[in-house]
């Protein structure tokens, strides 16, 4: 959260099943954040709110999610955060990251570029995509590799775009047409402004769209390229969606699932007639590229 009071509410949970709580959440806070713990099998769940939670319906709702699970009842904490800009406090962390010919950093390191590589700024704040995490180092990765094997991308559709960090990555290295479009307005915001200081608003056009639902995203397609960072369960349902707007033989990048999830994306996808010609892992998490 960025200069506002907020409620945090923090647990522990299986990797395996952090998104049923993930979903569990979602009635109780406005932004979550996902950290896995190495070598533990658990998950960091920490989401926030600006209004107080009922505790009762959250015990309620997470003890109903442990139980379909089979999983212990986690424990929670419910915090009150005062009014500190947190992202300010904590900016300073985030070293600059080297994914591919990609060079992330934020506006705290701006030393100069590594030769040969590409620049991209991006600014957080509450919006997912700093190039540090496994996803987006994979979807990064993921993109280097498509671009290698040279084929027409015109238009590229970045779904759940977050920071706008892979719409702004396709957009600097194809100089091409890019849709973003993310669920969360304050993700298109951060968005749009990482998008003006990256000098592609030529390229890059940012909707606020729930997938695909969005006729302002649907019009610009057939896409030469889709990449998809989000969870495991929203990239099933979506499957349908992203095969009716791709165009044929087109690349589909997809992230945001465990190791352990490959299988059901996978099965998804091959039902609506995408397949898996390459993976991508860092740490537990899957990047999946498919034609």
């Known amino acids: 959260m960025t200069g506002n009071a907020a409620w945090k509410i923090e647990l522990f949970v299986p990797t395996a099943v952090h998104d ?3 979903d569990a959440l979602d ?3 406005e932004a979550i954040s996902l950290f896995p713990i190495e070598d533990t099998g658990e998950t960091r769940i920490t ?6 939670p009922d505790e009762a319906a959250l015990a309620a709702a997470l003890a109903d999610t442990a139980h379909h699970a089979d999983v212990p009842v986690p424990l929670v904490h419910v915090v009150w955060l005062p009014d500190v800009d947190w992202v300010a406090e904590n900016q300073a962390s985030f070293a600059p990251v080297r994914a591919g010919r990609f060079h992330i950093h934020d506006s705290d390191h701006l030393a100069p570029t590594p030769a040969g590589a590409i620049p991209i700024r991006v600014d957080a704040a509450t919006a997912f995509g700093t190039g540090h995490h496994g996803t987006t180092r994979g979807c990064l990765e ?3 590799r498509v671009i290698r094997a040279g084929r027409g991308y015109a238009p590229v559709l970045d779904l759940g775009c977050g920071t706008g960090i892979l719409g702004i990555a396709a957009a600097k290295a194809l100089r091409t047409r890019v849709i973003a479009a993310d669920i969360d307005p304050v993700a298109v915001t951060r968005a749009r402004e990482n998008v ?3 000098g592609v608003g030529a390229f890059v056009h940012i909707y606020a769209s729930r997938g695909l639902d969005a006729f302002s995203v649907r019009r610009h397609g057939p896409f030469g390229l889709v990449l998809a960072n989000i969870l495991a369960r929203p990239l099933e349902r979506l499957a349908p969606a992203i095969a009716a707007q791709r165009r044929a033989g087109a690349h589909v990048i997809l992230s945001g699932l465990l190791c352990t999830q490959e299988p059901q994306v996978i ?3 091959r039902r609506s007639g995408i397949f898996v010609k390459a993976r991508i892992h860092c740490n ?3 990047t999946l590229i498919c034609r």
């Open 20 to 22: 049923a709580f993930v």
């Open 27 to 29: 009635v109780f806070i």
């Open 47 to 52: 989401g926030y709110g600006s209004d107080v």
């Open 142 to 144: 993921a993109l280097e």
């Open 196 to 198: 003006r200081l990256n």
């Open 267 to 269: 099965a998804a996808y």
């Open 284 to 286: 537990e998490w899957s």
